[in-house]
Structures are given as C-alpha cells and as structure tokens.
C-alpha cells in the first residue's frame, strides 16, 4: 500500500462538477488499495474576490486580517471536496491549515512552513478516510492564520508529503505536464517526460507557472518524489495509465537530459527593473542600496552593477512588477545617504531564461542566445548566468519573439525519441 499526496489548484476544482471529477479521480486511487491524503486550492478566481473584498474596506488590508479573509476560499473547497467524497462511499475527513496544525512563522501574507503535526492524520489514515487538507494556509505559534503566498498550495502538497514520507506526491492542474516553454506562445513546445530537480528549480525561478518555486525548493530539500499531471483528463483512466503519465521531476540525469543541451526555456512578465546611478564605487554601497528593500520583505532577483568613471558606479536590480512602486518610495528615501544621482523605475521589461543541465558539459550556449537574438533585433539589458541556466532581461515587447527564435534555434522544435519509462 502506497500513501500518495494529491494536490489539486483552482482550476481542477472550479465548479461543482469538477469537484466531483476530482472526488471521482481520488476515490478510484483509493479503491485501488493507497492511502490518500489531498491538498486543494481554493476555487478558481475565490482568493482574488476575497482579496478586493478586503480592499473595498481598506486600501492596505492589514496583513493578519487579510490572512482571516484569505485563508476562507479553501475552507469551502475542503469541505465540498469531503462531502462529494462521501456521496461515492469514501470516508473523509477535512482539515484547515490550522487543524492539522501546520505551524508557520508570522510573516503574514508570505508565512514559511516550520513543521507540521500528523499524529491526527495518521490516525484517520489508519481508520481509512482520504484526508482533504486545505492548503495555502497554516498557523503561527501565537494561533494566528497565516497564509502562504500566491501558489502557496503547492507548497502545502509537498510539505505533507515531505512529513508522511509519501511514496509519491502529485500535482493536478490544467496542463498535462511541463513542457519546453508555454505552448500558447509555441505551438510546437513538447511536454518533458522528466525533468530533474535543478532544471524545475531553475524553470520555476524564471517564471514557469506549473509549480510554484518554493515548492520545488521544499521537494528537493526533503527528496519529494514529485509529479505533474492533468486534472482535465478522464477521471476513470487506470491508475497505473495515469501514474506514468505527466512529467516527473527526480534527481537524478538520465542519458538523454545530459544530452540536451537546452530543456525548456521560461519567461516571467511579471517583471520591473531599478536603476541606481551615479552612486559612490566603494564597499558597502551594494549593501546600502538592498538593505532597506530586504527588510521590507520586497525580493530581488536580477543583479548588475557596472563600474563608471570618477569613482562612481550604477546598479540595477529586478523586483516584481507589484514591488516596484514602494521600491522606487524606499530608495527616495535614502537617495541623498547612498549618494544617487538619480533612480529609474522601467516596468516595462521581462526576464527569459535558458534553463539545462547539458550546459555544464557544453560551451558556446551564451553567444548561440545572444546571436540568435540580435538577429532578430533584439537587444538585451541585463544578463545573469548559473550552472544550468542564462537568464536575459529584455523589452517586454519582444518576449514572444525571443521565446519564439530561441526555441528554435536550441532545436526545442524537433521531436525526440521517446523517453525510456521510469
């Protein structure tokens, strides 16, 4: 008997019916011998009608309120999800974020996950009933709600897999698997069998919406053997049909991935881009531009400092796009200390990445990217490198065509031989 974590997002669950599919589905694994336990969103569109309820009263919601508020769209999915469960003959049994209890720390609205409790669960898996945990959501020692952040339902699923040591955790959503870039903008984009850890950690950093990148961190961390499925397909499809099916993300390279140069390539829109100039060359100042961002929670992911003439230096970073406006406020506010001579906000750009694990045992991947791309007249702003992956900043009116030129010049557009089975 396997114990399988399944988590389903919003758009699997997004009306009565596809609860119901979602009961069938889970039901049919369960009748199949495993136990179940599955984590689910709130229904699509929910989190953000209870968001602008919560602006409507206050333009700034108070961060522990808005968490009371938020946290309601999966407790209603919970308790639907348990209820159509039992109209098929299953037990279940619901549980929210605090019940379980998942403990978090007291950032609220961006809560980390710190440990979770499963002596309750344990015993309900031990009488028999799928467990339907609601996710995005946890508790802080003081007994507040917290809540996750966007995507944070992911982060759920592969949290309890990683505290019941599950055989395999996998993750419903409406695409059947990662591929080597969105399809909508790349028709020819193939669904990858497997992918390793590095390459979705890096894939999810860039943007890719299929798991949200926390929960990639938190499956590698606690060797999560973890699964990208569709939730749109036949719910009756045999269990080991759909079991080896998807993508699945491992640890280990095969042949084939240290083979390909390039896996998949991820854009993020979602970005906006800060020039510091004219500020003092000396130690320190890097520092004192990013300290005030970092204690105000705000990320920062793309760095590039270039050196000028007369002692002075620019620096530019990347924030998200909902960041930039209180970024460029703090930075207002210290410009006369770290001696700026003037700050530029563009939020009109977007990142892209080539992401690979073959690019450790292969050169000339960058200036491949980098031809390729002013062929098309596309200029790049900013460049940033790791092991597996180059990552370029670019106009966002060029994103499609840049994902466009790339995915065929890496030869992403070219079907390959079938994977062997895992």
Known sequence: MALIVQKYGGTSIGSIERIQNVARRVAKWKNAGNDMIVVVSAMSGETNRLIDLAKSIQAQPDPRELDVVASTGEQVTIGLLSMALMELGVPARSYTGWQISMLT?????????????????????????????????????????????????????????????????????DVDGVYTTDPRIVPQARRLRTITFEEMLEMAGLGSKVLQIRAVEFAGKFQVKLRVLSSLTEPDIRVDEEGDSGTLITFEEDKQMEQALVSGIAFNRDEAKVTVLGVPDKPGIAFAILDPIAKANIEVDVIVQNVGSEGTTDFSFTVHRNDLMRTMDLLTKVKKDIGAKKLIGDDKICKLGLVGVGMRSHVGVASKMFEALAADGINIQMVSTSEIKITVVIDEKYMELAVRTLHKAFGLDEPTEPAMPV
């Open 105 to 173: 720390d007291s950032a609220h609205n961006k809560a980390r996950i710190l440990e979770i409790d499963e002596q309750n669960m344990r015993a309900d898996l031990a009488a028999g009933r799928v467990i339907v945990v609601a996710g995005f959501q946890g508790v802080d020692a003081a007994g507040n709600i917290t809540t996750l952040g966007r995507g944070g339902s992911d982060t759920s699923g592969v949290a309890m897999a990683a505290a019941l040591r599950a055989d395999e955790c996998q993750i419903f959503t």
